[in-house]
């Protein structure tokens, strides 16, 4: 439900949190509209709570979003590109050599402090609109869920990090401190708690797809929960998502299963039944090279496409991908040793050197890379439209999806000490999973197993990373490219963000 608006000041004008806030701004007033001249009515309202949602999902102009980091930071793909240097953020992400003027981090700090300040001036401007009492709750559930959302993302990436509540003049940002994790979660638990009773538990797809529901709430909630290591109340908030027959009848949410795995990476399949909270991409924003982020189509369905793909002679038993970038190629080792043989494999994995073996198809090999590319995103000529193709692919992301939950709940039933044998919860939880796709069940629920499983069901989804690393596992999985343990759990700091504030570096990025 993402939109090319035209917004006030307050909205329109991206501010990095600190670094960009030092930045003198040219405003034509006449090519604005003034703040106290906007937030009148509901159209105005709702123009602001897209621009929070827009917020929610960008992506970076350097051509990656967050899912792409997190894919190269882990085991299991390589960035991949035309060179070394090619989308030079992901490069030394891949390779662990980052530092806090080099890197994508300054992507993520902006994209959740950006969030969070549109979230904070929407709600601060609510209570003065005239508009509906009931939308007016919506919308604030919604911005309080997105600005969770935001905050999860930023203490898992950074730790200590500020909290910034309501709107704050451009001096005082200069005074802004840290605070620790704890107070972090603590914030973000009660911004969730309080809009769950506020959001739909459903919407309707046609008018509203892509919006946050009572269910993605709860799933984040969850999601949150889990992270801090509280497992009876993760399991409890996932409980209620999931549905009382895990692989059966939808949850009341609606939730459930899709019966082909490979029918989740379809791009017409917006708003499916396991989709819990969905990054909407469009393929009419007739994004353009001027400003790549500023395209609302998937970027992903370009980057992941094979460099200079074509079919030979037009031979239509090959994929009819679109050529393109060559990034996030799976490794050799994860391709042949560890997806090869699982049912997911063909949905996952497109191994284009052997259809260029077999004569159908030429391409150009990505960087170390063996030939393995990322299906679930890679675009094909089908969809691609007469505008700027590269930038406009209609194929949306999941933030949260089913699978990913119902996995996530057996893991914390089994960390709070439920039974994990044959027939009890975490047992269909994680047999479900398997069965979707033709795999025999595991005769019970096993730290091992919901590892492997979420390796294999979530691959190139941009989570390996993040479940390594909660797992305390990264400092040996991840040693090989060079990750260094009690230093690369956390980016470093933007040294723009530092200069001249309060503000303090991660103590191992000192």
Known sequence: MKKKLVLIATLAISLHFLG?????????????TPVEDYYKNYSDAFAALVSVYDRFGFQAGGLYDKASIMDVAGDDQQTGGGNSSDINDLQITERYTLNSTTGPQTYLWTR????????????SKLPGVSMDAALKTRFAAECK??????YFDLVTFFGKIPIIEGTVSIDSLYTVVQTTPDKVYAYIEKDLNDAIADLPATVPIAAEGGRLTKGGAKALLGKVLLYEKKWQAAADQFAEVNGPTPGGAASIYGYKLL?????LWKSSNKFNSESVIEFVHSSKSNGGWADAAASEGNLLCITSGPRSYARINGDTTAPDYIGGYGFLIFSENFAKNVMYGDPRYAATVSNVDSLKKAGKVTYQESYLGKGYFLKKFIGLNANKVTTVPELNFGQDE??????DTYLMEAEALMNAGAAVDAGSRAYQL??????????PAVTAVTQASIELERRLELAGEGQRWLDLVRW???????AFKGFVTGKNELFPIPQA???????????AWK
Request: glycine content about 8%.
């Open 259 to 263: 019966s082909n795995f490979a029918d």
């Open 472 to 478: 305390g596992k990264a400092g040996t999985v991840l």
């Open 398 to 403: 999941y933030e949260i999806r089913l699978a």
């Open 145 to 150: 869920t997105m600005r969770a959302a935001f």
């Open 497 to 507: 963000e530092l200069d001249n504030t309060k503000l303090v570096q991660n103590d």
């Open 112 to 123: 959740g402090y950006t969030g969070i300040y549109r979230a904070n001036v929407l709600l």
């Open 430 to 439: 994680l047999n479900a999973v398997r069965a979707r796709v033709g795999l």
């Open 20 to 32: 960009s806030c030092k930045r003198e701004l040219d405003v034509n007033p006449q090519e604005r």
